[in-house]
């Protein structure tokens, strides 16, 4: 896993794209852009949270979008990986969804109402019906942050 990823970022001077499982990816400059399809493994996220931290650690912030048009779901053990290992460093500036189902709504929220209970920081999950709408809420998050694209 960590081996695909590296040689996959050794250099994140441009944008490349790779796949994680059944999902692809899309890294360009500190945009990280999901396309999900089924469901999130384990490996999947642990490869996820590599990846991010490495875009953080190259470019010094980071925007998520993530695709959720065909996610299934996020496996219990997924969820308790990037539970029990967010950390500043790997976690977003801001991270925007669309398209996402009402099921997978309904666990976005589920997941958000865990982070608070257990005094997690960091920036949510944001849910947007289109693209379009996801892309214009990280360029006014990055706005408000005071951040330039990477």
Request: proline share 2%.
């Amino acid at each position: 896993m960590k081996n695909m990823t590296e040689q996959a970022i050794r250099s994140l001077g441009g944008c490349f794209r790779q796949n994680i499982g059944t999902h692809s990816v899309e890294v360009d400059g500190d945009v990280v852009f999901y396309q999900m399809r089924g469901i999130i493994t384990l490996d999947d996220m642990k490869e996820m949270v590599v990846l991010q931290a490495r875009v953080r650690r190259e470019r010094g912030r980071l925007f998520v979008l993530y695709d959720s048009r065909e996610n299934t779901g996020l496996h219990p053990a997924a969820r308790k990986y990037v539970t029990d290992h967010a950390t500043p460093e790997t976690s977003a500036d801001a991270a925007a969804s669309f398209g996402a189902s009402f099921s997978l709504r309904v666990l976005v929220n589920m997941f958000t109402r865990v982070q608070d209970a257990l005094g997690k920081e960091g920036p949510r999950t944001m849910l947007f019906d289109t693209e379009a709408d996801a892309r214009r809420y990280l360029e006014q998050e990055r706005a408000r942050l005071g951040l330039h694209a990477a």
